[in-house]
């Protein structure tokens, strides 16, 4: 038995019963003679129940052809984004889902991507989502590691509309800030070291509302912490 690591991520899904909580994968683990004529693979995927604190598996969930030769790149909201190991193809697919068809996983393509002069591709630090990829209307976002964001609408766009993180002075400080979207204002937003500034997107981006927007963020009236 072989073992396939993947990065981690959170699921906010219904659980393997009912109640609605969150799962962590652990990553899957491929059976012995489990590749399928047509190139798939059947796969055991493990999940931690943080509630719980146990391990739980789902048995023998089918992975397509497709994902078979890709790299888990990113995730959010219980879906996670796949770069093709031969190519350049980039894909979303609700495979690490607890509750997704153990035969048959949602596989969503999206646009190869494309880097901006000066800037890479290869190394993607986080992903953020608006919604659930199902919806009309989702917003997928990518942050790489260094100055590049690139967002698309899997339903909508023929490419990915990328953007620099400006302006040049703060790009030291957001290299390695985690991609949030906020629903309740519909934008994406970065956080500064220390969590005094934020910079957000509109998601709605054209080539004239491009820059970031910057929010400042006092802190006021700290509760005093004893130093036990």
Request: glycine fraction near 4%; aromatic fraction near 8%.
């Amino acid at each position: 038995m072989s073992t396939h690591r993947r990065k981690s991520f959170r699921l906010f899904s219904s659980s393997v019963a009912t109640s609605t909580t969150p799962y962590i994968s652990l990553g899957d683990t491929l059976q012995k003679d489990s590749l399928v004529d047509d190139g798939s693979e059947i796969r055991d995927v493990v999940f931690f129940d943080p509630a719980k604190e146990e391990m739980i598996t789902v048995p023998d969930k089918a992975f397509p052809q497709e994902l078979v030769h890709s790299s888990q790149i990113g995730s959010s909201q219980g879906w996670g984004i796949f770069s093709n190991d031969r190519g350049r193809s980039v894909c979303l697919s609700n495979v690490y889902h607890p509750l997704s068809p153990k035969s048959n996983p949602e596989i969503i393509p999206l646009p190869s991507l494309i880097a901006l002069p000066s800037d890479q591709t290869d190394v993607v630090w986080n992903v953020a989502m608006s919604s659930s990829p199902s919806d009309e209307d989702c917003v997928v976002a990518i942050k790489f590691l260094g100055n590049q964001l690139s967002l698309c609408r899997p339903h909508r766009d023929l490419r990915w509309t990328n953007i620099q993180v400006l302006p040049v002075e703060i790009l030291a400080k957001l290299d390695t800030s985690n991609l949030m979207f906020s629903k309740r204002d519909q934008r994406l937003y970065l956080p500064a070291p220390g969590g005094n500034e934020l910079y957000s997107w509109d998601l709605h981006l054209d080539q004239k509302n491009k820059n970031p927007k910057l929010h400042q963020v006092p802190f006021r009236d700290l509760p005093h912490l004893a130093e036990s």
